[in-house]
């Protein structure tokens, strides 16, 4: 056996000889990030060698300066002797690690109140069926002797008019602690259900106050949970980490293939069970004072991929034809069933999914959109990895997907990150010093740089002249922000680690922005490909909502300018945020909206556009700045040629 | 740290100098027989010290023999340096170990088929509700893409006559793969209730025979499945094992008491399911080639608290005035919320109890026993750890229970075990030279005693003089087989060690016989009150019948003879064996039983003994071969009188 330690982790580990270094990470539970997941085209997986040889090549990725320092790619990398191995940390963390949300609070409540409203349009009731109330029973005696759940049953069917119960085992297991603990007083939360009373907690003492959900949205890069007081109806608090999903792969198809290898299925599942959701569980408990127990309701919306791995349901018939996925409408489930960090008996609710390539986070989005209740006709975008679009109004949606990648949350951009504290979100380029003026989430120093802040550099650096329309770096360019490795591939210097004090450059270079503009093409071609199936064109648009989490900075105008967005009338588009989290927020505080949701679910037609011929050719087009054919773009043109 | 090496087990353990050394062992999961839970009465935890110094102390348990072979009460024994232990194996392992039931098919069919009469003659069905189908369905196609599980709804609806499926995150899980794996030809498990269909297993091809249930009583000492063909309702094998949880405590108040120590309700729970019920299902699974995904249905059986510990429940209040058990009715439930080794959606149903003294095993048992049918007053008396009475007819039934320890059932007596093969079932001596004759389970050598062949050897000591009515041995007899310790307790010899080329003489000592008396004590002074708590006496029983797992030759006249039955008319009594499995197997095999059997629970009236004044008088009158009062035994009376 051959000793690799994992300096960085604390971690010694022991493996074959020849096997695989990212391997021997992964089965450690090590986190390398690994987009690519070991196919050696992405660069991620970069760690330093300390000590020890071991049987790899320099590639692409790696510079010659990063070479003799001992930097290798790990996937690329077989392990033959003990070594010493250090992961860089810092861009791994600010992209995987987990995250309260704080700083953006009002702008949230923005997002939440533009759904509520939606809500309150349409004459949804704020209305949960799960209800708390405080009892008093009466104490057992020698003479009143019946057992602990008869008592209760006794007492309910006399004080609130349910001829039955219905509790679960661990409510069972409860009972007797919780009954006397305050000598008979309890407070019990139950969802009614006709003549029927289904009791979830049970708590000594009274508690009726204390009721709260979890909206989740899990994306394929980052997951977001956002705590509700059932009561009030308000978010009390949010947190948002990686998906930690992300070492096995960067887009659902990297993942569906490794949950067909062994465990794997099991493992992607704790990864985004445990590691993920569990954890910003936890944090958001212990930093709000919430009693896990008294988390009785969620509502979770992924894509469907997402959906089927939350579940541990084989996905692999997602990816082959004819793309089935095994369901798209949730089964009951508490949390026990997932091994939730909530009640076990908390109700969870899965938003539905309408094909394999549009999920229930795209049925959410639509719910938060409004699109079901619109006399107009919208365009709706959602910036994932997964690119979804919708395109309806209150008489009929289609929808469509484009695998984008990650570029959109931070992914497969090399100083890429959330859009949370550190990253970079909007980007200004002097004409003259190419020097940039960045704002910065939070007060402190760049980290990386976020979805909306890519959308400006991109703008920006073409708009100086740094890049073409082809996003290639002009090669006479004499600044010291514009060099050049020996692979000749340029990059541009965001942040000298000087100028902030912080450990490495930040830069951007021509294959990010390569991945960025490959991103962007997936959408608008998509965007333009749905609308044409129905023998339109983007003229018809009344309204454009665009969905992401990219960061709360989207300009508009530079997402034109890039051609991520069509050239229409400005004042149609608007940014709604994590529409897919807002609409899992409306569904756990609305029964009303619920129903919708079920509905948007059924009605919604599901457009595959790998059967448009049109499609591939539209998404070549599209790569470029803003567009092969500039004449889509009349305004970009003025401005560029004009 | 100090080392304990168990070296009969091949474990090295470490614990702090001053440690119990039960507690030690027990914390590693060494099983050191300790029925008084390690109070240093029972004086079964004896282990040889084979290296190292103790801080112990020699007992009345220990002879003088014994003591300079290093023998030690392990509960009664501090660590203080490196030790090696050795535990003794032959006797724990007959009374624990486990047994695949084969050679007494014959009688236990006898059994079965008069339990199935009863459904018979009360026109009850022999109908489950769970079915089982072979289905094709359409394969998918691009054009035909609905999901797995709208799929498997739409064949329901349009070919079984179902609106609605549903089904639970485990049978999701199977689905994508089981169809494919035969082209969408499939088998489903169901239950129909109403309008829906609830799915609880799907296989690929058709396996339309093979559907079973398994019927379990949890006896304080042991524990028993039955795997039944739900099809043709026939018992296929029996599989029974001493009740794991006996290494913390041999009767229920031992092991409530454990259970509320740290992690004691969780190790309880584990000892029963998992090395209990899992490991018994496990073993029968493998001889009968059975998929345990096809085992669908479960009825389980136990006193109330077994059945609360069997579950997980918290039980303390059981044993502290007012005596309150969490449950009597079984919550719904499925195999995956015990982790059974079952399928995970398997139906869990436990029989209800009555009280906390008068369990599952009760009701369950006066189902087999058909005294709600009977128009003559029958006594019901089941012989366990816990000695429970019904009696009544079909107007009304009334019980009590009384606490008789585990005698019957081998436990409590040196040589003890289980009616299982080695145990000596029958005895007789030879009134001159005091040699016995025994009768032996199975075919070879005796490993030691079952209820029935102690029943017989106290009766056949009694007859013969070796002891006197108080149970002790005459001082004055010369005999090898009779011999006395330095203790002064006297012991019989069953078996020498030169007879059988076994390890040890089998003997029966005085403690055992006085063990024994007591419970033979409790059961009749039980009986005695309960009858007479109704203005009765034994005079007013038509039928008598005895369950219990003593063994299958239980002598009548015999058991008459020490006091443990009524002397009354031979031809009333009946020996109905383990009517706690039974009656889980009528439960398993018929709705109309299963309804039944909650009448039972609900309607049983449960007297409690300890209010009678009287009944501890009884008791101690009882205490005696066969009564204090031997004018109670008339015919007991001539034979030793006249």
Not at 451 to 467: H, N
């Amino acid at each position: 056996m051959i000793k690799v330690n994992f300096k960085s982790n604390n971690k010694e580990v022991y493996c074959e000889k020849g096997e695989n270094l990212l391997e021997v990470a992964r089965k450690a539970g090590i986190f390398i990030d690994a987009p690519c997941n070991g196919n050696v085209s992405c660069g991620k997986c970069k760690v330093k060698l300390l000590r020890g040889n071991v049987d790899t090549e320099k590639t692409l990725h790696i510079k010659d300066e990063e070479w003799e320092q001992g930097y290798i790619l790990a996937c690329n990398t077989k392990v033959v002797e003990d070594i010493e191995i250090e992961i860089p940390s810092k861009l791994s963390s600010s992209m995987h690690g987990m995250k309260i949300e704080g700083s953006d609070k009002k702008k949230d409540k923005e997002i939440f109140d533009r759904a509520k409203k939606i809500i309150e349009e349409n004459d949804f009731e704020f209305k949960t069926n799960i209800v708390k109330s405080y009892i008093e029973l009466e104490e057992p005696t020698l003479d009143d002797n019946i057992c602990d759940i008869d008592r209760l049953e006794r007492h309910v069917r006399n004080n609130l008019g349910f001829n039955e119960i219905d509790f679960t085992m661990e409510l069972l297991r409860k009972t007797p602690v919780a009954l006397r603990e305050k000598d008979f007083k309890v407070t019990i939360t139950y969802v009614k259900k006709k003549n029927k009373l289904t009791i979830l907690n049970i708590e000594p003492g009274n508690t009726e106050g204390e009721l709260y959900g979890v909206a989740i949205d899990i994306g394929t890069t980052s997951v977001v949970v956002c705590l509700v007081n059932l009561y009030t109806k308000e978010v009390i608090d949010k947190a948002s980490s990686g998906n930690a999903q992300i070492k096995y792969g960067a887009d659902v198809i990297h993942r569906i293939i490794y949950s067909t290898k062994k465990n794997g299925l099991d493992e992607l599942n704790k990864a985004v069970v445990d590691d993920t959701i569990n954890s910003l569980l936890e944090s958001i408990y212990t930093k709000n004072n919430i009693e896990k127990d008294n988390v009785v309701s969620l509502v979770v919306a992924g894509n469907t991929t997402m959906s089927s791995l939350f579940l541990g349901v084989h996905s692999d018939y997602l990816r082959q034809e004819p793309f089935i996925p095994a369901f798209l409408k949730s089964p009951r489930l508490i949390g026990k069933d997932i091994g939730l960090n909530v009640n076990n008996s908390a109700y969870v609710y899965l938003a539905p999914s309408v094909a394999s390539y549009v999920g229930g986070d795209i049925t959410a989005g639509v719910l938060s959109a409004g699109i079901w209740a619109s006399e107009e006709n919208v365009l709706f975008v959602d910036l994932g990895t997964n690119g979804e679009i919708v395109f309806g109004n209150k008489d009929y949606m289609m929808s469509c997907a484009c695998s984008a990648g990650p570029a959109f949350e931070g992914g497969g951009i090399s100083c890429g990150m959330r859009a949370s504290g550190g990253a970079i979100e909007k980007v200004n380029i002097d004409k003259e010093t190419l020097k940039p003026e960045l704002t910065i989430i939070g007060d402190g120093e760049p980290v990386g740089i976020c979805g909306s802040g890519i959308i400006d550099l991109i703008c920006k650096m073409l708009l100086t002249g740094i890049i073409d329309r082809r996003g290639k770096m002009h090669r006479d360019i004499d600044n010291d922000r514009v060099r050049f490795n020996e692979h000749e591939i340029g990059e541009y210097v965001l942040a000298f680690k000087e100028e902030y004090n912080i450990e490495n450059d930040i830069t951007v270079n021509e294959i990010d922005i390569d991945n960025f503009i490959r991103a962007k093409g997936a959408i608008y071609s998509g965007a333009a490909t749905l609308i044409e199936s129905l023998g339109m064109d983007f003229s018809v648009i009344d309204k454009m909502l665009i969905a992401g989490g990219i960061g709360n900075n989207l300009d508009i105008e530079n997402a034109i300018l890039i051609g991520l967005l069509p050239d229409i009338e400005r004042e149609k588009f608007e940014y709604i945020g994590n529409s897919s989290l807002v609409g899992s927020y409306l569904t756990l505080i609305s029964k009303d909206a619920k129903k919708k949701l079920q509905e948007i679910g059924n009605e919604m037609t599901y457009v595959e556009l790998s059967v448009y011929p049109s499609y591939m050719d539209e998404f070549i087009s599209a790569c470029f700045l803003p567009h092969t054919n500039i004449e889509q773009f009349p305004t970009v043109k003025e401005l560029l040629e004009g």
